[in-house]
């Protein structure tokens, strides 16, 4: 819900939108985008089949796709009823995450690599870089996608090698709930495999602690080479969820 909320402050004329339903929420932030889904169905009781026909009209109204996050902890009857409204199995996600310590330390440092901050003038091309990397060809199309979390924020980080900024990384401190999420971090494919994304892991970890969170969440598909850098920072499996959709008629 963050991402929509910080689109649309950012962009008041774009079509995100958000509502509080069934126990969590359902986020839409513009066709095709993949962000936006609905989340925490199933978490206050049973879900119905008017309920989720309730979760496709939301989507279909705006052309897309109906997406729902499904937790191994949701009512089964939220699997029931996605089931006889004939969602599907589009991906699993792993959600892993870490206490944080007030002792720890933390170390990004890497040899002729910088890792800071994004700075207020830099935030137009951490934009680029996340959506280069992430999209290639359609990156034009999706760097607005990272505007909202490119400056004033802590996580927003950026790696330089030779003044150059070669890769990215965000995340969302959320001292109401004691947690930081790290999302986002990308590396120009000349200059990976430099150690820059477990860097970014450890600058992350370090904010996170000095803003007093202590939890840290991140979410990845399975197996990934992102998975691995999170383990080796510490993180375990809490839970893998399933994303289900079903395509407008």
Same mark, same amino acid.
């Given at each position: ?7 649309? !402050? ?38 119905? +089949?008017?309920?989720? *026909? ?28 996605? =089931? ?8 699993? =996600?792993?959600?892993? !995450? ?22 207020? *003038? ?8 996340? #959506?280069?990397?992430?999209?290639? *060809?359609?990156?034009?199309? @999706? ?6 979390? #490119?400056?004033? =924020? ?15 990384? $965000? ?6 709930? +004691? ?5 986002? !971090? #990308? ?5 990976? $495999?430099? $150690? ?32 691995? =850098? !999170? ?7 809490? @839970? ?10």
């Amino acid at each position: 819900m963050a991402t929509a909320q910080a689109v649309k !402050a950012a962009q008041p004329d774009s079509a995100a939108t958000w509502e509080e339903f069934g126990g969590g929420h359902l986020v839409f932030v513009a066709k095709d985008y993949p962000v936006g889904r609905a989340h925490g169905l199933g978490f206050s009781g049973k879900v119905t +089949d008017q309920d989720i *026909e309730h979760v496709e009209q939301f989507y279909f109204r705006h052309g897309a796709a109906a997406q729902v996050d499904v937790s191994p902890y949701a009512d089964s009857s939220l699997f029931e009823a996605l =089931n006889r409204r004939g969602f599907q199995v589009a991906e699993f =996600n792993q959600t892993l !995450a870490r206490r944080i310590s007030p002792q720890e330390q933390f170390s990004a440092q890497l040899k002729g690599i910088e890792i800071r901050a994004v700075r207020p *003038e830099e935030a137009g091309t951490w934009c680029k870089v996340l #959506a280069q990397v992430f999209f290639a *060809e359609n990156a034009a199309r @999706y760097e607005s996608m990272f505007a909202p979390w #490119a400056s004033k =924020n802590p996580l927003a980080l950026a790696a330089f090698s030779s003044e150059q900024m070669i890769a990215g990384a $965000g995340g969302l401190l959320v001292p109401k709930h +004691d947690v930081a999420a790290f999302f986002g !971090a #990308a590396t120009l494919p000349q200059f990976q $495999g430099r $150690g820059i994304q477990a860097a970014f892991m450890q600058e992350r970890l370090r904010v996170a602690e000095q803003a007093g969170n202590g939890l840290a969440v991140t979410l990845t598909l399975p197996g990934t080479a992102w998975q691995r =850098n !999170a383990e080796r920072a510490g993180f375990r499996t809490a @839970y893998t969820k399933v994303v289900v959709i079903k395509a407008p008629n």
